[in-house]
């Protein structure tokens, strides 16, 4: 009763399984079609990943053609094969075979990045090399983990927390794995998702007929196949065999695959040879055949179907993924597994037959109970054909597109460019010494206490904000006026730069940088302030401290301080010393712009560091000043150039990530931080004042948009109603904490991006002219 009940619910969901493998396809959300780069080992490469990594590419391509997949396939340089189709190869042991393909998959402008990860298919100690390849990923980022370890040794463990920090998606094929991923690792269970390996969809019941094809009608078909080698336990397989051809003399064990390429190189065919030997000392060598190839898929479907039992003996019980086993359950095969964690899960209930690892006893008793039984064994069958119907291709690339749309980021809808961000949030992370450094979250960290960089900054905003009443305005200007003038240390004639909490200074000289930053702050009141007082203020300490920091060599020191002088100038010409500044600081970026350029690299320095179009708006601003016309040409150019580097394949505004910071001649994508948005938008502001050229107000457009979400990871940073912003984007997504830089930076970015808004000439229907759609060129 019990089997007619499981064949009654076996054909029902047989019916409906077939009508989903028909029928049932995905429909992705509505907008352009989604593209992906799609890196591992391929064919005609002869391992699992690169038949699954071949599958996906194929499945996507039959079940929806709606998707653009370029392949990227891992080449072991040491014997090299020729890869039809692909978009790329990666030499799997050559460092720069990484950066080129990453910088090939940017430029591409893929919507999601899909890399296979097994950590013998990378090059490096356990596959070291993919950290520094997938860092330079910009897309999205989904991983398919083949290999979960419950105890890694530690660079193991090093790689897969890395891999986890930038992924935006993580595919494991068991529960068991994800349960690892989450437990023993960490990751964020939203973002971790179980896909069942892919299998075939074929008619059900046709072994005698592949028999026949075979020449083996009327014998009871035992079967393993995939790669030979030592971790497949065939060894117990063999000697079950005299057990179980005794009772069923028809028997035949056929073992189907190549011997594993690496064992081949290492010891030849020594392993399979010590199989032979084996099958002929126990006397079963008439009753094992073998097909030492690597079989092409159709022809392995075939040979499958020709099977009354699939053996998976593994004696490694913490293998997850088994391409073999899903593709015996999916083809409605008999399946005698030790309890290794695919098989645990996939022959639940009953679907499959678990046994005792490293025991012939068993495999031979699981075997004969089946054969002697062919009720049970056609029962076991027509289960495990019923569990089959759940990981078809079609539910696979079903499964596989969903998780591809799922990292990409939505679309944002732009707020308009005249709304005024509020200030609250700056005034949050003020007090009546200034403006603190950090946050956690949206609160103030008061642990980290003030640094003179923000309430330089703090001082500008102050100068320019809309919609601040007179006291107000006087309040907080004077807050962070003071700081800046506390700041001050005569006897050394420097800027300190970080003070604790309780007012006390962590230095007693701050970095070069923080001192121009300082010197910018005080001509860019005398030329903004509202407050007369103010900018007499302003004037007199900048009289004070520019003979001793026009010393500095830092070169974005030197830049800030020519913005400074260049702001004294607009409103005093004649202010000689800040001619001298702006006149040397030229002469000085002029070089190094000499000393850094290359054909490929029009920059000022070879490492790309923060900040970076500050040193093309100073040499715009000091040649527009000084009517030096081959400074703002040098100025331009180069800003052009960095401006290039900063706009990704699909127009997005990407600026140089912090990780790139010390990486001659390269860049990386992440963390992208607000200060890199707020200058291209002042450098571009610049440039359209010396210019008018339209250029200048689409890249400012481009990296205002930045802010709300138009970036790598869809990311909205800013708040129009606080005025606050988070601290960047990674590679998962926005950083929670809302810091003084960042915030400053977005309300900078506002009142800069205004100014050329209300300047630019209104197309007829009173919007702005469409910018141009050329590259900064």
């Known amino acids: 009763m019990n089997h007619l009940t499981r064949s009654g619910e076996f054909q029902i969901r047989r019916e409906s399984a077939e009508v989903r493998s028909i029928f049932d396809t995905a429909v992705l959300a509505e907008g352009p079609p989604l593209s ?107 991983v398919t983990l083949h290999t979960v370890l419950s105890e890694p040794s530690g660079r193991q463990e090093a790689i897969l927390r890395h891999l986890m920090t930038r992924a935006s ?25 179980v896909i069942e390996h892919g299998a075939p969809d074929r008619p059900f ?173 056609a029962a076991m069958q027509r289960r495990a054909y019923a569990r089959g119907r759940e990981t078809i291709w079609p539910r696979f690339a079903e499964s596989s597109a969903r998780l591809a749309a799922g990292a990409v980021p939505p679309n944002r809808k732009m707020p308009p460019i005249s709304a005024i961000p509020g200030l609250s949030a700056v005034l949050a992370m003020s007090d009546a010494t200034g403006m603190l450094q950090h946050s956690v979250g949206v609160v103030p960290d008061r642990r980290h206490g003030y640094c003179l960089d923000d309430n330089a900054r703090a001082l500008m905003l102050m100068n320019v904000a809309k919609g601040l009443g007179a006291s107000d305005r006087m309040k907080w200007s004077s807050a962070y006026a003071a700081f800046v003038q506390f700041a001050w240390n005569p006897d050394l004639g420097r800027f300190r730069n970080f003070m604790r909490f309780d007012r006390s200074w962590c230095e007693d000289e701050g970095s070069e940088d923080s001192n121009g930053r300082a010197v910018w702050s005080l001509g860019h009141t005398f030329e903004r302030a509202t407050d007369p007082g103010l900018r007499e203020w302003a004037l007199h300490l900048y009289d004070e401290v520019l003979p001793c920091v026009g010393t500095v060599t830092s070169p974005r020191a030197v830049a800030f301080a020519m913005l400074g002088a260049c702001a004294v100038l607009r409103c005093d010409p004649d202010h000689s010393a800040s001619r ?32 970076n179009p500050r040193l093309s708006q100073a040499l715009i601003e000091a040649g527009v000043t000084l009517g030096r016309e081959d400074w703002t040409d040098a100025g331009l150019e180069t800003l052009a150039w960095i401006c290039r580097q900063q706009v990704s394949a699909k127009g997005q505004f990407r600026p140089i990530g912090s990780e790139s910071f010390y990486r001659p001649h390269s860049y990386l994508p992440f963390d992208q931080q607000p200060l890199e948005a707020q200058a291209a938008i002042e450098a571009a502001v610049s440039a359209w004042r010396a210019t008018h050229d339209e250029k200048w107000v689409e890249h400012a457009h481009t990296a205002w948009r930045w802010f709300f979400g138009d970036n790598d990871r869809g990311a909205v940073l800013a708040e129009i109603a606080t005025g606050r912003c988070r601290d960047g984007v990674t590679p998962r997504g926005a950083n929670a904490n809302t810091g003084a830089e960042s915030i400053l930076a977005f309300q900078l970015s506002h009142y800069a991006l205004m100014e050329m808004t209300l300047a630019t000439p209104l197309s007829e229907d009173g919007g702005m002219l469409e910018p141009t759609r050329e590259r900064l060129v």
Request: with cysteine.
């Open 205 to 377: 019941g046709r072994q005698e007929e592949f028999k026949a094809s075979l020449g083996l009608a009327g014998r009871k078909v035992l079967m393993t196949f995939g790669l030979i080698g030592p971790g497949k336990g065939l060894e117990n397989a063999i000697a079950a065999l005299p057990a179980i051809v005794s009772r069923h003399p028809e028997a035949v064990y056929r073992i189907v695959g190549a011997s594993h390429p690496n064992l081949v190189a290492r010891d030849g065919e020594a392993y399979r040879e010590k199989l032979v030997a084996l099958a002929a000392e126990l006397g079963v060598a008439d009753h094992v055949m073998w097909d030492n190839r690597f079989l092409d898929t159709p022809e392995l479907l075939d040979q499958l179907e020709a099977c009354d039992i699939y053996l998976t003996p593994y004696p490694n019980l913490q293998q997850s993924t088994s391409g073999t086993l899903s593709y015996a359950v999916a083809l409605g095969k008999a399946v005698i597994a030790t309890p290794y964690v695919h098989a645990r899960e996939l022959l639940a209930s009953d679907v499959g037959r678990l046994i005792e690892p490293d025991s012939s006893t068993a495999i031979a008793d699981a075997v004969n109970g089946l054969l002697d039984s062919p009720h049970e064994l």
């Open 580 to 611: 001298d500044v702006v006149a040397d600081g030229g002469d000085f970026l002029m070089r190094l712009l000499g000393e850094g350029r290359r054909p490929d690299w029009a920059w000022f320095e070879a490492v790309l560091g923060y900040d």
């Open 169 to 193: 998606k993580i595919m494991v094929m068991s529960r068991h794995s994800r349960t690892i991923l989450i437990e023993r690792y960490g990751a964020r269970a939203e973002v971790v998702e």
């Open 36 to 142: 992906l780069a799609l890196i591992g080992n391929f064919a005609p490469r002869k391992c699992g990943i690169a038949t699954f990594t071949t599958d996906i590419y194929e499945q996507l391509g039959q079940h929806h053609p709606e998707l653009s997949v370029d392949v990227y396939a891992l080449n072991d340089s040491r014997a090299p094969l020729v890869y039809e189709g692909v978009a790329g190869t990666i030499n799997h042991d050559d460092i720069e075979s990484y950066v080129s393909a990453a910088r090939q998959i940017n430029e591409s402008g893929v919507d999601v990045v899909w890399l296979q990860h097994e950590y013998g298919i990378f090059g490096g100690p356990d596959g070291e090399l993919v950290l520094d390849f997938v860092d330079r990923l910009a897309a999205p980022l989904v």
